[in-house]
Structure formats: structure tokens, C-alpha cells
């Protein structure tokens, strides 16, 4: 049984939780800020940082950039997109992966380092 609960402005299905869709969020934003439609900032683009020469994921590391991780980040290894990438460095050419599921003893995973060309860019 789906329970429909009505709000002024929008309806909630408490069965599946479905979310807005997302040309609607601006609009949801403003009602419950109570602001006007108009008046909404558009999703402005942020300038994209410069790519640095190596990059880390993991934010202990002293290579994490979290200004860089606001945008889509897409990385080559010879000429291949790569998705499971950790960490980078373009001047010494080689990308770190995980090693499957396999953990060390503090729960991290496991990587693995290969060489070859790579390229890393905005999408």
C-alpha cells in the first residue's frame, strides 16, 4: 500500500522514498528556504583548478587536493580511461590501484603500482 502524504507544495511517497527530480531541486530549494524562484542562484561553474603532477584520494595523504575533487576527475593509463585509480603521478608515469578486495591489517586496500603514460583530465 502506497501512503501519499501532501505538503502544499510537493508530495512524499512513503513506499519507495523517491527522490526529486532533478530539474525540480532549484525549485525545492527555494520553497523551503522560502525564497523566490527567481532569485535561486544558478549552478554556477566553478574554475577548475590546475591538475597537480600527483594526486591521492585518500585524504590522510599528503598529495590529497580536496579543491581538485569537486569536479570530475578522469585519468589514462596508455590511452586506456582507467575508473579504480587512487592515486597518480604524471612525471614519473604510474597510477596505484587496489588489489582486488585484499586489506592491509588497518583495513585499507591493498595497491598495486603500474607504469606507463599517464594523462589525467577534467571530464
Known amino acids: 500500500m502506497i501512503e501519499l502524504l501532501a505538503s502544499p507544495l510537493r508530495w512524499h511517497c512513503r513506499a519507495d522514498r523517491a527522490r526529486p527530480n532533478p530539474r525540480e531541486w532549484d525549485f525545492i530549494r ?34 590529497h587536493v580536496s579543491a581538485v575533487f569537486e569536479h570530475a576527475i578522469g585519468i589514462r593509463l596508455n590511452d586506456k580511461e582507467r575508473f579504480d585509480v587512487e592515486e597518480y603521478c604524471i612525471s614519473e608515469g604510474w597510477v596505484k590501484v587496489p588489489a582486488g578486495k585484499t586489506l592491509d591489517r588497518k583495513g585499507h586496500p591493498l595497491m598495486i603500482k603500474l607504469k606507463g603514460k599517464v594523462d589525467a583530465f577534467y571530464r
Do not use: G, I, Y
Not at 577548475?48 to 603532477?53: A, E, H, S
Open 30 to 63: 527555494a520553497v523551503e528556504k522560502e525564497v523566490p524562484v527567481n532569485e535561486v542562484p544558478a549552478n554556477e561553474a566553478k574554475p577548475t583548478p590546475p591538475l597537480p603532477d600527483r594526486l591521492s584520494t585518500d585524504p590522510r595523504s599528503p598529495h
